[in-house]
């Protein structure tokens, strides 16, 4: 058992999982900063409305979670935000990149296949059938 039993049910839980040898090991210091960063962030602190219910339904159990209250987070969805905005950028060029590629490669097909149709050498004495023999 934890010396003194946390105030929270949560953080008293978590305690409890630790092996009692190593539980044994944290000063009382620790034992408070452990307990304080698992109460921290949890849902349901600081919420002017804060409804949880379990919807019973034929086969299944749904719940529904309801929070209201001051968003305290604008630090965290700032950078939330230029993640999300750097993701979606290279997101967007590598399907760019995926989508262009072959219209690239049939234009430039298309174009070698009008030069041959048209008979114009580019360059005398080199083609392209020489070159796909050695590969």
Same mark, same amino acid.
């Given at each position: 058992?934890?010396?003194?039993?946390?105030?929270? @049910?949560?953080?008293? #839980?978590?305690?409890?999982?630790?092996?009692?040898?190593? /539980?044994?090991?944290?000063?009382?210091?620790? &034992? *408070?900063?452990?307990?304080?960063?698992?109460?921290?962030?949890?849902?349901?602190?600081?919420?002017?409305?804060?409804?949880?219910?379990?919807? @019973?339904?034929?086969? #299944?159990?749904?719940?529904?979670?309801?929070?209201?209250? /001051?968003?305290?987070?604008?630090?965290?969805? &700032? *950078?939330?935000?230029?993640?999300?905005?750097g993701l979606s950028v290279s997101s967007l060029l590598?399907?760019?990149?995926?989508?262009?590629?072959?219209?690239?490669?049939?234009?430039?097909?298309?174009l070698y296949a009008l030069k041959a149709a048209l008979?114009?050498?580019?360059?005398?004495?080199?083609?392209?059938?020489?070159?796909?023999?050695?590969?």
């Open positions: 058992m934890i010396d003194g039993p946390s105030k929270d @049910p949560y953080a008293h #839980a978590v305690m409890e999982r630790i092996s009692p040898g190593i /539980r044994a090991s944290f000063t009382p210091a620790q &034992r *408070s900063a452990i307990e304080q960063a698992l109460t921290a962030d949890q849902i349901g602190k600081g919420h002017a409305v804060d409804i949880r219910l379990t919807i @019973p339904l034929f086969l #299944a159990r749904y719940y529904l979670v309801l929070l209201v209250g /001051r968003d305290r987070r604008v630090g965290t969805r &700032r *950078s939330e935000t230029r993640r999300q905005q590598l399907f760019f990149f995926i989508a262009v590629s072959p219209v690239v490669v049939a234009i430039l097909v298309i008979g114009i050498d580019l360059i005398p004495n080199a083609h392209l059938k020489d070159l796909l023999r050695f590969w």
